[in-house]
Structure formats: C-alpha cells, structure tokens
C-alpha cells in the first residue's frame, strides 16, 4: 500500500480544510485554535504592557549627514542619554561627534550635544535638547521633560532569564519607532576583547540570544518589567556575516554605573588597571591567579603587593581566572580606590589600591583632533547655534561645557550647605590637640599672605607643635624648594602643602588655580578612616563627587558627599604617581559665628601610615 | 478525546500543542536554575584547530560517572593533548575511546585515573523518552565562541523545534556523514563550538540531542541549526548482517568499552568510476566542467550528455570547478544512478547518469 501524505493532492487538501473546521468544533474550545490559552494571552498583555512602558524612552540616533547611527536611551528627565561610543565616534575633537539628530517614538527629531565619553567600555552620553518656538517656549517634549528608563540592578540578572531589547537595527525605523526583540540572556559576566587600539572592551557583560543586529547599537536592554540592565553593542560574528548569529552582548547598567559621573561631568574618561601583570596559577585544579610583574613605585607596590601575590579578591569578588581579573577592572574608571584582597607569605591582606589608567594620552596639538577610531570620510555639518552654545572643545574632556555645569553646580551645593568661603584671603588659624605620630600634641597651623622683605607676598603656611611656634615654615609657591621642604614636616607627606591647597580651594576656587587647573573630576568612592586593623572597607565606603584642582605642578582631588555636599577630604599628590599622595580627612564638622561649617576633626594620613589626628579646638577663617 | 478521522490527527496533534507547549513556557519563567542544572552535566572541550574555520574548542556531554563524554566527531578531537574543563573549571586530559563516523558522534573519556563525575546523563534512559513534536520549545546550552572560560557557565539560548527531519547537511565540499532525522530547531545554536552541546527541553527534563555542527543545507545552501537526536539511527552493511545502531547503542557500548570504530565512509577512488564524459583540460585554478566530447556508447552518451554542455549540479551539489565535480563524483560507486543538470545553451536539462565500473566497460 501506497502511503502517502494526506495532504499532497489538491481533493485532499480541500477534504482536509474542511474537517479542519469540522475537526475544531470536534475536539473542543479549549484546544481549538481560536480559543488561546489564557496564560498564552496573559502573557502577550504582558509583554505588550512593558513595551509600551519603555518605548517613549528609546532614542533612534542618527549621524549628522545621515552617514550612519544606532540607538540609545534616556536615562533621566533631563533627556540625557546613554548610547554607544562607536554610534557617535566621528571627527570632532575628543573622536566624537559634537552633535547626533535624535528620534523619538513620538515622531520628533531632536537636537543633541555630546556630554561624556568612555571609549574603553564603549559608552557615550548625549543630551537631548528640548525644541523650542520662536520665543523660546518649550514644544517638545511635554512639560519640558523627556521620558525615561529606569536602571536595573545587572547583577541580579541570570543567563536564563528573558530580555528585551528595543532599538533600530539596519536603521529601519523612518518613523523612529524602535524594533522590538526578544530573548534569553545566554551569559552574565562575559569578557570581550577589545577591538583594535583598546577600545570596545566589553568587561564585565551581559551576553544575549536576543536578536541584535548593525543599529542596535546602544540601544537598552531591559528586563521583562521594563528595567534598564544593559546598553546592546557588539556581538559574535563569524560565518554567517555581521547579522545576528544568536550571540549578542550588551554592557551591564551597573559598569556604567560607576561611570556616570565622569559621564555626566563631560570628562573623556579612561579605564582602570593595577600596575602590576597577574597570570593563572593551578592549585589543586583550581585557577588561581597571581602576581608576577608589577611596576616598580606603582600604588599597588605602595600598599604591600608583591610579585609572588596571590589574588584572592578585587573589589569583593573573586579572581578565580583570568577573566574574573578583566571583568572586575573592567568596570571601573581609572583613578577610583578599590579594596584588594590578596595572600602574601601565606598571610591573607587587604588594602585600597589607586587604578591607574589604560589608555596611553596622546599629546594633543592645538587645534588638531585629538585621535580617536576611524573618521568617517565625509566632514559632518557644522552643529546648529543652540548645539554649538553647549559645546567647549578641550584635551581630556568630551565636553567641557557640561564639566563646568557639574562643577559649577558642585560648588553651588557645596557652598548652600557649608557657606562661603570666596575672600576670605587673610589668615586662616587652626589650633587643636590630637596626636602627631602616635605621641599626643597640641599643633597650630597658620596659613597666610605675607610679604616678604621686597614686598613680594606669598603663601605662607607654618606648623607649630607642642608649644615650639613655627616648628616648619613653608611657602609652597615660592622656586627652588627641595623636595624634602615641601614635603615637610617628614611623613606628613606635605600637609603643608596640602592645607595650602584646602585654603586655596575654598577661598579662591577657580581664580586659585590658574592655567586649566580646576574641573570636575566625576565620581569617585571615599573611604572614611578607621583605626581599625583590618577596616571593612565596605562599610567605610562613601560615593562622593571629585573636584579636581592642579597648583603648579601639584594635582588634587577633593571629594565632596553626593548626599549633601560636604567636603569630606582631600588628596594632595606632591609626586604624582610615583609617592603616595598626602590624605585630608575633614569631619565632626560644626557652624561658626558667621553660618560657616567648619571641620572640628582633621585626620592625615601618608602612605600606610596615620600622620596626625587633630581635635581642632579653634578654626578661624579671615 | 473523541476519535478524529485519521488524516486530521497529525493536524489536531499540531493544533493540540500550541496550547500545550506554550502552558510550559511561560515568558515571564527564567531558565536560570535549568540553564544551571545542564550546565554542571557539560564540559568544554579543547583540542587541535584554530585554523581555516575550524575551531579549536568545543563542548561534550559527561555520559557516565567515570569521565566518558559524548560530543560531535570532528577534526578538533585529532589531537594528543586534547583536554576538557569541567563545569567546575578542574581541568582533565581526555582520550577518545570510540567514534561513529556515520552518526558523526565520539566517546571521549578523561585519561586522570580516579576522576568521578557523578553529574551526568544517563543516555539510555533519555533515548527512551519520545521525539518531541515541532513547537516544542527548547534550550540549547553549548560553548560556543569559547566565551565562557573555566569554571565560567556555558551559554544558554531558546529555540523551538521547526521540523524533524532528514539532515542534508555539508561542509565545504564535504557530505555531512549522517543522514537520518535531526531536529532542527530556530535557534542559532549551530556556530563554532557549540557542536556536542545539549537541547533539552525547557523545563529540562528531558535531553532530546547533540547539539551539531556548522553545517550548509546542501539543497539551499543556507546554514542550518541541527542536534543529533538521542532517538537517532544509522544501518550499518556488514559482511553478513544488516545492524541497526542507535545514539543510545553507540553510548552505552562506548561507555563498557565494546564498541568498535570503523573507519569513516572512504572516498571512493574516482579511477573506478567511469562516465565517457572527457573534460576540457583543467587548466586554471577553477575550470568550469565543460564537456569535451563523450565516449561513444558511454553512459554519458547514452544519458544525452553533448559537447558544450556545462556540469552544473550532480545529484543536487553545485559543481563550478572540474575539481568539484570530480571530488562530487568520488562520492559514487558503480551502479549508481545520479541526476546531472547540465546548462545547454541558454536552458538547464536534467539527466540522469548511470555508472559503470571501469574495469566491467560495456563495449
């Protein structure tokens, strides 16, 4: 007997359909095609809910000249947004384009101005500028304020769980409506390599089956709620082309986290590393990874790590490979303190280490791009007037513009909560009792303007300890000064200098630091000082803002609490790099006569050591 | 359920599974701790490669409490220090103990004395189970692109099964050895390394297959993602029987140690082979198979081949150089019948071709 497809002669087909029909009403509602599942139904509701939440949110972003673009997100109401590096890299002066024209799922094309970059992680931050009428007055968006997304927590994500991915892939959306896909994360904790001169390092990042494709490039990832977990960029591409091949990646919310503020404050920022090379080490089969070359006078050499180390932790997690050690410092910007957990002589330590940078700076000529990936071939327009207003071109800045809003606004706070210091020039006197090196004192220390016998006048700062007045004078600004001298009084590491600096920073602000030498630093985590043995650096973690100030040659960084502004101390490095810089921490902090807060604790500490810590019994500022 | 006419059944059986197939999977459901538990039964498998295409890494399935892994047969596994990484990240050397060329499948097993690895697949009981129907949904956990590195989890993606059915798969010039059923599923889960991964289903209690290799359908030349079912067989000729072995004989006698490689399907020498088709003269790196002239009274001659005419496709493979279409043909014995599709002038003819044995020329 012949068998044969019941379906393969036309009769048969037609016969087929029509039992089909009858079929359905024979086997019943609830599996007939007609009637779904509810949870089928509930489940699309679902979905549709959350597509719907999210999708006034995502951008479609367009090179000028329409060369070329991707996507991205808003992530506040202020219409700043994230999105890739390679999305808006072109030839403006950071390797950047200084402005991307932007659309809403609304219809609307919007103007926007380049605000921060990290070329490492392959992240950029653009702001969407409202529109306007003729008279100025806000026609887009609403209210004057841009749909957002809300950021998830990536690491509670799970290789296992569903994604959403929402952008403008083969940029197919002439209505800015973004494409919707979704689909598994595969992975969590991926490493990728960067890709020619360093740059698109994915450490640290989510790795997805749901379909991305050349124009989702920086656009959201979200959880299934509508939570922004990651921003979608690169993907594994080999056989079958640059299209999907069921392996994406996208770079977790919680990375770019901890570049926000560098982000936000216009900065061209750089990725972390250690100053020291690790490579996997098998103990009883497992991976272990260990120290074998680490730069001489590096922070992390300061702090007692030495070739032979091995790493048991890095910022709280582990560094069973080699990757686990990529992905950790792979999401941190250069210059943030980090705890290190490392077995040296088998005795298990802890200690903070400075990150220092990844990228080689290149010296920038005037007027000249200061390098970055392929241009693309066509000069772009020149951005319009209301772009061009909030753009400021300089070395190591993305957008100067924007750091001298954070850092203006930065002082703003600062001074709304602790008052204002501009002027106050004259001699600032602080007398108190505590303990210098271990050994109890009383100390006084007095910094002013004092001329000298032409008349010249000059900082001065003089230290006087134990009833012996003016056991150091210095006059930091003053050439020809040993290092010995400025970093008097010995392992201090210059606190001279460094309250020379304090007084500088609050009395003169901007004017105090001439040449470029006062920015906005970003966001850097601050560790209160305990005297315990082995702190817990978690709990001494405070996330704070950076000024960053530079006085001739001397750089520093002062740390103010996001929460409310206070500056909780200071970072003054006398030798860049290579010496340890000397530590301010400000604390106990009470109002003078005038309304001032002023810090009734002053701690300093050098190196590995507690110079001094001072209960200041009288702060007077003139 | 009431009784259905017979030719709708398959129809009702379709129309019956989309409820019930998506009741199972719930969007909002992560797979995580499934992902997690077929994780710990999979290795990641390093070998030789690196080169034209061919990976140097791939994934294997632990089959047994003592270290014996299946995974795809390939090029990779030629080597002496192939080595596989548990899930834990410990590190072994692996040895292979038994390959089936035709199901295109290997036996390895790690070469450490003592090495237990209790967390594995018990093959003959997961052949038992039933082939799952297409729109049956699915994970397919694999290594590939090597993006997980030791101890690190393998990557997980989601699929539904499109179609059971024959494989018809090659690689290059190269037939893909076995030609039975395979599910084909919508994930892209075919891609280097992922070759010896596992699809189960998703509420991972079952294991359908072996995730393949990174195959071309031979007749649309479009990439195809496949797993080798459990529920698998080939018939192997020997000398004096006919067998019939399955995925699940090929495991449980690798694993005692019984079962007997042979060696894989050999290209036939083509100086058997005769057609009375005389070429041009290969000359450039890629002549097109241009007939010269035939043989009189030449299967060729007989079959209609004409002076001029151009070799296009042989038995469905495109030919484009005289090196493929010899190649294409060294896959036939005497006596086999093959469709040629030749270009005459402007139009495409059909001609079917018998084989004759060199030696045994009809005069």
Known sequence: MQTRSPLRTPVAVMVALAGLAAALAVVGPSTGAEALDPKILKMEQERIAAIEKVRPAVVSVFSPGGQGGGSGVLVDEDGYVLTNFHVVAGRGAAGANPHMQCGLSDGVLYDSVL????????????????????????????????????????????????????????????????????????????????EGKGLLEYTDCIQIDTSINPGNSGGPLFTMQGDLIGINGRGSFEKRGRVNSGVGYAISINQIKNFEGQLRAGIDTDHASTGFLVAERSEDGAAKMTVTEILPDCDAERRGISSGDLLISFAGRPTESVNHYKNVLGIYPRGWRVPLKYRHDNESKESLVRLMGVLRKEIAEPGKPNGGPQPIVAAPPPPPPAVAKLYEAKPGFANFYFNKQERNRLLKTFVANNGDFAGLTGTWTIKGDGKVKDTAATVEFKIAEEADKEGKRETTVRYSKGGVDNLYVLQPLKQGLTQEDLESPPDSGGVLVALMHYRQLLALGEKGFPGDGFSHGGSEPFYLPTDDAKPDYTKQRVECEVLATKLGSVPAKWYFSKKDGTLLGGEVSLVEREKDPCELYFSDYKKDTAGRNLPHKIEVRYGKSRFAVINVTTFEVK | MRILPAFLRPLAALVLLLGLGAASAR????????????????????????????????????????????????????????????????????????????????????????????????????????????????????????????????????GVVAAYSKLRGRRGINQAPYDGEVYFVDAIMCNPGGGGG????????????????????????????????????????????????????????????????????????????????????????????YVEELDPNSPAARAGFKPDDLIVYVDGEQVVSIKEFKDAMDRYEPGAELKVEVRRGDKLSTLTLKLEDRGKKKP
Do not use: C
């Open chain 2, 27 to 158: 969007a909002e459901d992560s797979f995580a701790d499934v992902a997690e538990k077929v994780n710990n039964k999979l290795v990641k498998v390093f070998g030789a490669g690196g080169f034209l295409g061919i990976p140097s890494y791939g994934t294997g399935i632990l089959v047994s409490g003592d270290g014996h892994i299946l995974t795809v047969a390939s090029q990779m596994l030629e080597t002496r220090d192939l080595r596989i990484h548990l899930a834990n990240g410990d590190r072994y050397h692996a040895k292979i103990v038994a390959v089936e060329p035709e199901l295109d499948l290997a036996m390895l097993k790690i070469e450490e004395k003592d090495v237990k690895t209790p967390d594995f697949y018990d093959i003959t009981a997961e052949a038992q189970k039933a082939v799952v129907e297409p729109g049956t949904g699915v994970l397919a956990i694999s290594n590939q692109f090597n993006v997980a590195m030791r101890a690190e989890p393998m990557s997980v993606q989601r």
């Open chain 1, 115 to 194: 605000v921060g970059l990290d070329k490492v992680g392959d992240v950029a931050m653009i702001r969407l500028l409202p529109k306007t009428d003729k008279a100025g007055k806000v026609t887009s968006p609403k209210g004057g304020k841009f749909p957002f997304a809300k950021m998830g927590d990536s690491d509670k994500v799970r290789a296992g769980d569903w994604s959403m991915a929402m952008g403008n892939p083969f940029l197919l959306a002439t209505d800015f409506t973004p494409t919707v896909t979704f689909g598994l994360v595969s992975g969590v904790h991926r490493y990728q390599y960067p």
């Open chain 2, 198 to 289: 596992a699809l189960t289903t998703r509420d991972g209690k079952q294991l359908l297959g072996v995730v393949g290799k990174e195959l071309r359908n031979t007749l649309s030349d479009t990439w195809i993602n496949y797993a080798v079912p459990l529920q698998g067989k080939i018939t192997i000729k020997g000398e004096k029987e006919t067998k019939t072995v399955t995925v699940g004989d090929f495991v449980s006698q690798a694993i005692k140690g019984t079962y007997v490689t042979r060696d894989p399907k050999e290209k036939k020498k083509s100086s058997n082979l005769y057609t009375g088709i005389v070429l041009v003269p290969n000359v450039v790196e890629r002549t097109p198979p």
